[in-house]
Structure formats: structure tokens, C-alpha cells
């Protein structure tokens, strides 16, 4: 038997099989989680921690902290609490299994510009794979549109809260975020397109990203004239890139294609938030750093088209050396699942187990711009919580309980275990 003794916060005689089409869980007023070893990621490790949450978020974190009477208590002995995991880069709920063409919902490649598209749009909140994501301790995500476009569409950024649909689900106040895309994947969509698509070379990429985000500025001096043309949802959502209202995520391996990017970038002056996948960052880590960009990557995909052959294990390390973000990022409805295996695969090459587990947490909650609600055990902070019952680079360890908003999202012993994660 788990060491874990909760307070229900349910009502006596509650329903115990879930319904058809669960709700939202009920924010609990307050809850204390005690004995475990803290990782609190932007401190000291806390051993014998308690962690005080009230209305959803931390109102304290400590060792012998007094227990406020009326507080609903999780005895965490043994176990190890450290913040949600965070993942930047998902589609799940845009290509929610069981996959084929009726879930194939996250490119909307009819043109290679499409600003004006929402990944929530597509967002189907029943996709088996969030549950799976919760029982991993995942509970945030940013949900990207695909890579088939230069410019694919807006992110979504959600909370994993079980719900029906998407609304209760959103990040309330998280900065609005757009996909971007380099490289092989717009060349071979469009490369067969009609005359006005086609892309068959990165100087015709780059060209036609200098000529979208051009005539978005030219669109807002026509829009002050006496008689302006009709509303273009396009240029509006490429003119907020260049004002820095919203975040750039930019998909790409190779070194010269960031570097291209930032040519644009530069000249229209807005910059990257991410670079995503980034397998040849190591090579201009300079760069990104002086830039500011974050790159979020695997530690150890590569090698499975031509601008993925450079791909190196020690890449996030290196960045991190130079003073640089360093993210992981799953890509994958199977790997969200274990980000705490794929970071504890860095400290192999470098990294301290500290600084591995910030490439999970903190500073993917850098790169999405919400540092100051997740990402760390911390006063003030969200309560967005996962409690092992070993260390979370121990192979052999489980996830016991996962909260967002101090609410229980996962519990191993009611909710089960996934198929696969046995």
C-alpha cells in the first residue's frame, strides 16, 4: 500500500465511477502536502518539505512549517514533490488517437500561411493520450499547429484539467503564441503547389516571408487611410509578431535555417521565444543565446530525415554551457509520457540532475513567458504539483498524484494505471 493518506475532499456517498463526460475538478480552498523531499527546482532541496496551498496556489514552502488546523493533509513520506512537468511542443488533441484522417486536425495546409488559424479550434479534449500525459506528471502543454506551413497558426496553451471542452482548459493569462516552420517540412508541402505557394528553395522561403510580414506593414498604413481596405485576420496576427504580442516558436534543425530566420526576424524586428527541435543548435549557440531564444529539443532523436543527420546528445547541454535555455520537448503523444526518463538522460551528458529537471520544468515555463506561475515550487506559484514515489530519474519510479491548481488530476490508487506505463 502507497504511503499516502488523503483527505477526501469529495462528498460522503459521491459517485465513484466517472461519468460519461467528466467536469472540471473542483479547485480545493487549501491543502497541505508534508514529509516529502521538495524539489523546489529555483531553490534548495527541501528534505522532510511541507508545501502549503490555498485557492490554487502555494501560500508556503518549507521544512517544519506548523500545519494549519482544517487543512485537508497528503502524508507524502518517502516521495519527492517537484513542480508539473511543462511540455512546449505537443499536438495532442490535434492529432488525438486512435489517428487517421478523421483526428488528422493540425495542419492546416491548403496554403503555407495561415496566421489566422487556432490550434484550440481542433482541440479534441477527449484524446486518450491527456490522461496518459497526467499519470506522466504533465500539466501544461502548449498544443502547436504542424510544421507544413512557414507560418502554421496560433498555439493553445492549456492546463490538463480533465474537462468536456477546451474553455476550462485554457491557461488563463499565458502570452498568445504562433508557430513557425523552416526547412525540408514547407519545401516538400509546397514544393507541387499552385504557382503562388510553391516553395522550392530556402531563398524562395525566405523571400516569401519577407514579402508576408512586408505587406502586413503595408496593410496598417492602408488601414489609416480615408477609405482602408476590409480587415485581413492574417496581416492583424503578423503585425502583432512584429509588435511582440505574441511569442514565435520556430521549428527547424539546421543551423543556417535559424540564422536565415533571424535575418528576417531582425529586419522586421520581433524576435524568437523558441526554437524548437533545434538539432543543430550546439553549432550556433552563440547566436540563440545572444538573440534570447530558448531551444527546446530531445536529448537523444535524430538521424530520421537529411537535417536531423547532426543531431548530438550533448546539444542541450552545450547550449546550457554557453548561457543559453535549454528545453526537452516530447513532439509525441508516447513520450510526453516519460519527460522525467527523457531529462535524467542528460545528466549522461553533462548535466547536473538540478539542471536536467529545469529543462522539464522552469525553463520551459521561461520559453512560454509563465515563469512566474509554474515551472517552481515557490510562494505565489500555481499549485501544479508531482509527487513520485522515488526520485524522478529512479527508472523504477511512479507517478503517485498529480494536481493542477491544487486540485488531484491523478491519483495512481483511484485513477489506476495507463496501459503502457506498468
Same mark, same amino acid.
Given at each position: 500500500?502507497? /504511503?499516502?493518506?488523503?483527505?477526501?475532499?469529495?462528498?460522503?456517498?459521491?459517485?465513484?465511477? %466517472?461519468?460519461?463526460?467528466?467536469?472540471?475538478?473542483?479547485?480545493?480552498?487549501?491543502?497541505?502536502? $508534508?514529509?516529502?523531499? !521538495?524539489?523546489?527546482?529555483?531553490?534548495?532541496?527541501?528534505?522532510?518539505?511541507?508545501?502549503?496551498?490555498?485557492? +490554487? #496556489?502555494?501560500?508556503?514552502? +518549507?521544512?517544519?512549517? %506548523?500545519?494549519?488546523?482544517?487543512?485537508?493533509?497528503?502524508?507524502?513520506?518517502?516521495?519527492?514533490?517537484?513542480?508539473?512537468?511543462?511540455?512546449?511542443?505537443?499536438?495532442?488533441?490535434?492529432?488525438?488517437?486512435?489517428?487517421?484522417?478523421?483526428?488528422?486536425?493540425?495542419?492546416?495546409?491548403?496554403?503555407?500561411?495561415?496566421?489566422?488559424?487556432?490550434?484550440? $479550434?481542433?482541440?479534441?479534449?477527449? $484524446?486518450?493520450?491527456?490522461?496518459?500525459? #497526467?499519470?506522466?506528471?504533465?500539466?501544461?502543454?502548449?498544443?502547436?499547429?504542424?510544421?507544413?506551413?512557414?507560418?502554421?497558426?496560433?498555439?493553445?496553451?492549456?492546463?490538463?484539467?480533465?474537462?468536456?471542452?477546451?474553455?476550462?482548459?485554457? /491557461?488563463?493569462?499565458? %502570452?498568445?503564441?504562433?508557430?513557425?516552420?523552416?526547412?525540408?517540412?514547407?519545401?516538400?508541402?509546397?514544393?507541387?503547389?499552385?504557382?503562388?505557394?510553391?516553395?522550392?528553395?530556402?531563398?524562395?522561403?525566405?523571400?516569401? =516571408? &519577407?514579402?508576408?510580414?512586408?505587406?502586413?506593414?503595408?496593410? &496598417?498604413?492602408?488601414?489609416?487611410?480615408?477609405?482602408?481596405?476590409? &480587415?485581413? =485576420?492574417?496581416?492583424?496576427?503578423?503585425?502583432?509578431?512584429?509588435?511582440?504580442?505574441?511569442?514565435?516558436?520556430?521549428?527547424?534543425?539546421?543551423?543556417?535555417?535559424?540564422?536565415? *530566420?533571424? &535575418?528576417?526576424?531582425?529586419?522586421?524586428? *520581433?524576435? !524568437?521565444?523558441?526554437?524548437?527541435?533545434?538539432?543543430?543548435?550546439?553549432?550556433?549557440?552563440?547566436?540563440?543565446?545572444?538573440?534570447?531564444?530558448?531551444?527546446?529539443?530531445?536529448?537523444?532523436?535524430?538521424?530520421?530525415?537529411?537535417?536531423?543527420?547532426?543531431?548530438?546528445?550533448?546539444?542541450?547541454?552545450?547550449?546550457?554551457?554557453?548561457?543559453?535555455?535549454?528545453?526537452?520537448?516530447?513532439?509525441?503523444?508516447?513520450?510526453?509520457?516519460?519527460?522525467?526518463?527523457?531529462?535524467?538522460?542528460? !545528466?549522461?551528458?553533462?548535466?547536473?540532475?538540478?539542471?536536467?529537471?529545469?529543462?522539464?520544468?522552469?525553463?520551459?515555463?521561461?520559453?512560454?513567458?509563465?515563469?512566474?506561475?509554474?515551472?517552481?515550487?515557490?510562494?505565489?506559484?500555481?499549485?501544479? =504539483?508531482?509527487?513520485?514515489?522515488?526520485?524522478?530519474?529512479?527508472?523504477?519510479?511512479?507517478?503517485?498524484?498529480?494536481?493542477?491548481? +491544487?486540485?488531484?488530476?491523478?491519483?495512481?490508487?483511484?485513477?489506476?494505471?495507463?496501459?503502457?506505463?506498468?
Amino acid at each position: 500500500m502507497w /504511503f499516502l493518506t488523503f483527505v477526501a475532499l469529495a462528498a460522503p456517498g459521491a459517485a465513484a465511477a %466517472p461519468s460519461a463526460a467528466p467536469a472540471s475538478p473542483v479547485q480545493p480552498a487549501r491543502l497541505v502536502i $508534508d514529509n516529502a523531499t !521538495v524539489l523546489t527546482i529555483s531553490g534548495p532541496v527541501i528534505v522532510d518539505g511541507t508545501v502549503i496551498i490555498e485557492g +490554487g #496556489r502555494i501560500r508556503e514552502v +518549507g521544512s517544519g512549517l %506548523p500545519l494549519p488546523a482544517g487543512f485537508p493533509v497528503v502524508d507524502a513520506r518517502g516521495g519527492y514533490l517537484m513542480p508539473g512537468i511543462i511540455d512546449v511542443h505537443s499536438h495532442m488533441g490535434v492529432y488525438s488517437w486512435p489517428g487517421g484522417s478523421g483526428t488528422d486536425d493540425g495542419n492546416e495546409a491548403v496554403e503555407a500561411f495561415t496566421p489566422r488559424v487556432w490550434a484550440g $479550434d481542433s482541440f479534441d479534449p477527449e $484524446d486518450p493520450a491527456l490522461a496518459r500525459a #497526467r499519470a506522466g506528471g504533465v500539466t501544461t502543454i502548449q498544443v502547436l499547429p504542424g510544421s507544413a506551413n512557414l507560418v502554421g497558426g496560433l498555439s493553445a496553451i492549456l492546463k490538463l484539467r480533465p474537462a468536456r471542452t477546451i474553455e476550462p482548459m485554457l /491557461f488563463a493569462g499565458a %502570452p498568445r503564441g504562433i508557430k513557425m516552420a523552416v526547412g525540408e517540412n514547407p519545401k516538400r508541402v509546397y514544393r507541387n503547389a499552385p504557382d503562388d505557394d510553391q516553395l522550392q528553395t530556402r531563398m524562395g522561403l525566405f523571400a516569401a =516571408l &519577407r514579402a508576408r510580414f512586408q505587406a502586413a506593414l503595408d496593410y &496598417r498604413t492602408a488601414r489609416t487611410r480615408k477609405e482602408p481596405p476590409a &480587415r485581413d =485576420l492574417d496581416a492583424e496576427t503578423l503585425l502583432d509578431v512584429i509588435d511582440g504580442k505574441i511569442r514565435v516558436n520556430l521549428h527547424g534543425y539546421r543551423a543556417y535555417d535559424v540564422v536565415g *530566420f533571424y &535575418r528576417v526576424a531582425d529586419a522586421f524586428g *520581433f524576435s !524568437v521565444a523558441i526554437f524548437h527541435h533545434a538539432l543543430d543548435a550546439y553549432k550556433v549557440r552563440d547566436i540563440l543565446v545572444a538573440h534570447g531564444t530558448a531551444v527546446a529539443t530531445w536529448p537523444d532523436w535524430w538521424g530520421f530525415k537529411l537535417e536531423a543527420f547532426d543531431g548530438i546528445p550533448w546539444n542541450a547541454q552545450m547550449v546550457h554551457e554557453a548561457g543559453g535555455t535549454a528545453i526537452l520537448h516530447s513532439d509525441s503523444a508516447d513520450h510526453v509520457q516519460r519527460l522525467n526518463f527523457e531529462a535524467a538522460k542528460l !545528466v549522461r551528458y553533462g548535466m547536473s540532475e538540478s539542471e536536467a529537471l529545469r529543462t522539464i520544468t522552469l525553463n520551459p515555463a521561461i520559453g512560454l513567458g509563465l515563469a512566474d506561475r509554474v515551472g517552481a515550487i515557490a510562494p505565489g506559484r500555481d499549485a501544479d =504539483l508531482v509527487l513520485y514515489d522515488r526520485h524522478p530519474f529512479d527508472i523504477y519510479t511512479q507517478v503517485q498524484l498529480t494536481w493542477i491548481d +491544487g486540485a488531484p488530476v491523478y491519483d495512481r490508487e483511484r485513477d489506476g494505471v495507463p496501459d503502457g506505463q506498468r
